[in-house]
């Protein structure tokens, strides 16, 4: 397993030894169930905005429950690892809940970054008031569009 892949402990952690050093860490989460260019232009951008960054991933329970019973198509240990192995990724966290605030509040990151087709006021209420209280940073990066996982699984079942 790469060094790369952090307990939610550990992640804590890490990110207060990061802090302690003046490391402006950047965050973002997600299912990164099938890895496309469009996965990996997103993250090279979100990892623009700081100094490290740190992935968080659903774990396979949960990621069954936002995309359905033929999810995930690759184990989360396995989506970690391919994300770890990307050089723009510093951190890679898998975190068992739907939502993602227990893996925020572990990471307390400067920076939290989603993709264009989120808005901060539509960001998860319990996501957004944590990371109201650690003060952090949220910024959207542009969507690339035509690039999504469910475009790709409907071209491949047809």
């Known amino acids: 397993m790469?060094?790369?892949?952090?307990?939610l402990g550990a992640l804590a952690r890490k990110g207060e030894e990061?802090?302690?050093?003046g490391t402006r860490l950047v965050?973002?989460?997600?299912?990164f169930d099938l890895l496309h260019v469009g996965h990996v232009?997103?993250?090279?951008?979100?990892?623009?905005?700081?100094d490290a960054l740190v992935v968080g991933i659903n774990g396979d329970d949960s990621v069954r429950a936002l995309k359905g019973e033929s999810r995930p198509l690759?184990?989360?240990?396995?989506?970690?690892?391919v994300l770890a192995a990307l050089?723009?990724?510093?951190?890679?966290?898998?975190?068992p809940d739907v939502?993602?605030?227990?893996?925020?509040?572990?990471?307390?990151?400067?920076?939290?970054v989603k993709g264009g087709d989120y808005k901060p006021e539509t960001?998860?209420?319990?996501?957004?008031?944590?990371?109201?209280?650690m003060q952090t940073e949220i910024r959207i990066v542009p969507f690339e569009a035509g690039y999504s996982t469910s475009g790709l699984l409907e071209r491949m079942t047809c």
């Open 123 to 133: 960001l998860n209420a319990d996501e957004r008031s944590a990371l109201e209280q």
């Open 27 to 31: 965050a973002t989460n997600g299912c």
């Open 41 to 50: 232009r997103y993250l090279q951008s979100a990892r623009r905005l700081g």
């Open 87 to 95: 050089e723009c990724v510093d951190f890679v966290t898998i975190f």
């Open 99 to 112: 939502r993602a605030t227990e893996f925020l509040k572990h990471a307390r990151p400067a920076i939290y």
């Open 2 to 7: 790469s060094p790369k892949i952090l307990t």
């Open 74 to 81: 690759n184990r989360e240990s396995d989506r970690a690892e």
């Open 18 to 21: 990061l802090r302690a050093r």
